[in-house]
Each structure stands twice: as structure tokens, then as C-alpha cells.
T-cell receptor
Framework: EDQVTQSPEALRLQEGESSSLNCSYTVSGLRGLFWYRQDPGKGPEFLFTLYSAGEEKEKERLKATLTKKESFLHITAPKPEDSATYLCAVRNTGTASKLTFGTGTRLQVTL | AAGVIQSPRHLIKEKRETATLKCYPIPRHDTVYWYQQGPGQDPQFLISFYEKMQSDKGSIPDRFSAQQFSDYHSELNMSSLELGDSALYFC??????????FGPGTRLTVL
């Protein structure tokens, strides 16, 4: 069974204080690791897809990296508007569709 | 850019009643997914459809059923509602099994 574990559960940063979120996964055959951002009461917003170890993707202050066992979401010089829950999900080669999500990291960025 | 549309956005029902949730995917997306997210939890996969055929099934109760219509919109039918069914229900769509884009969700409250 696919498993996704995210750490930390919650993270409080000051504006400009860079940090990283971790996503460890166990999957029979990785067919994509996905990062989403979710604001309270709203649908997850797609950020990145990573397919193979060594792959990196960037978007504004966010950078996602992937190894064979984990992924990191690096946040550089965060702003208060980056406050949200960041969800990691995997899809395996044996399953046509479904994503298995981690429980997320709640990020709060303060002034 | 067009997004996934879900209706209604909020729904209040009594125990043992029936509810129907609707999802209109992004144009030209051929796959639709349904997820359930309880308070403080990660989204849990329910069911998915590809080209109007069920493609994958998760932890969906027998009281729930879903289908995808010829115009690609999908409906999730929930009968004999229980208090524990109160949650956010998300629909997501993707073009041929790639990144999933989520709708704003339907908040179902069962009293």
C-alpha cells in the first residue's frame, strides 16, 4: 500500500526566513509525485509534478526536488501570502488514477 | 483559464436523506476524480472515470454511486446519509491521467 508522510506537521516562519518541507513516500512504482497548495476550505491548487529522482522544478519562491525516497519543497524568502497547507501526493504505476496524499504541512509566515 | 466547477458549494442534509453533487471538468479533460476530505484530514480518493467509464475505485461506501455523462460532467450520489459523511467533497479533472486539477469543493453537512 502506498504511503506518504509529511513533516513537519506545522511550520511557522518569519517573512524572509527560508525553509524546507519534507515528503517521504513508499510506493510500488512511482508514476508521479505531486505538490499542491491548499487554503482553508478551498480545493488543492496544483504546484508541481516530479517523475524521476534528480528532477527539480521551480515556481517563484518554491522549488521542488525528488529523490528515490523523498521530496522536498524549498521555500525561499517566504511572504505572508505563502501561508497555506502544502500537500504531497503520489501515484503509482499499478493504479490508473488515484492520488495518495500525505496529511500536509501547515505553513504560517508572519511579518 | 477555465477551472473545474462544482455545485452546489454548500449542502445541508438530514440523516438518511440523499444528496447529489455535480462536477463539470475543465474542457477537453477526459478523466474525473472524486475525493472526500474530512476536517483536518488529507483528501481520500473515492472513485474516478475515464471517457465515461469507471477507471478506479477507492474507499467509497456502497451507499455512494457516481457516473460520468456524455458531456463529461459527473455526479456523485449519496444515499442514507450519516453524520460521518459530513466533509468537503472535491472533484478533480485531468487530461489523460496527468496532473489533477481540483475544483472548489462542495461542503456537505449532515445534521
Amino acid at each position: 500500500e502506498d504511503q506518504v508522510t509529511q513533516s513537519p506537521e506545522a511550520l511557522r516562519l518569519q517573512e524572509g526566513e527560508s525553509s524546507s518541507l519534507n515528503c517521504s513516500y513508499t510506493v510500488s512504482g512511482l508514476r508521479g509525485l505531486f505538490w499542491y497548495r491548499q487554503d482553508p476550505g478551498k480545493g488543492p491548487e496544483f504546484l508541481f509534478t516530479l517523475y524521476s529522482a534528480g528532477e527539480e522544478k521551480e515556481k517563484e519562491r518554491l522549488k521542488a526536488t525528488l529523490t528515490k525516497k523523498e521530496s522536498f519543497l524549498h521555500i525561499t524568502a517566504p511572504k505572508p501570502e505563502d501561508s497555506a497547507t502544502y500537500l504531497c501526493a503520489v501515484r503509482n504505476t499499478g493504479t490508473a488514477s488515484k492520488l495518495t496524499f500525505g496529511t500536509g504541512t501547515r505553513l504560517q509566515v508572519t511579518l | 483559464a477555465a477551472g473545474v466547477i462544482q455545485s452546489p458549494r454548500h449542502l445541508i442534509k438530514e440523516k438518511r436523506e440523499t444528496a447529489t453533487l455535480k462536477c463539470y471538468p475543465i474542457p477537453r479533460h477526459d478523466t474525473v476524480y472524486w475525493y472526500q476530505q474530512g476536517p483536518g484530514q488529507d483528501p481520500q480518493f473515492l472513485i474516478s472515470f475515464y471517457e465515461k467509464m469507471q477507471s478506479d475505485k477507492g474507499s467509497i461506501p456502497d451507499r455512494f454511486s457516481a457516473q460520468q455523462f456524455s458531456d463529461y460532467h459527473s455526479e456523485l450520489n449519496m444515499s442514507s446519509l450519516e453524520l460521518g459523511d459530513s466533509a468537503l467533497y472535491f472533484c478533480a479533472s485531468s487530461p489523460t491521467g496527468t496532473e489533477q486539477f481540483f475544483g472548489p469543493g462542495t461542503r456537505l453537512t449532515v445534521l
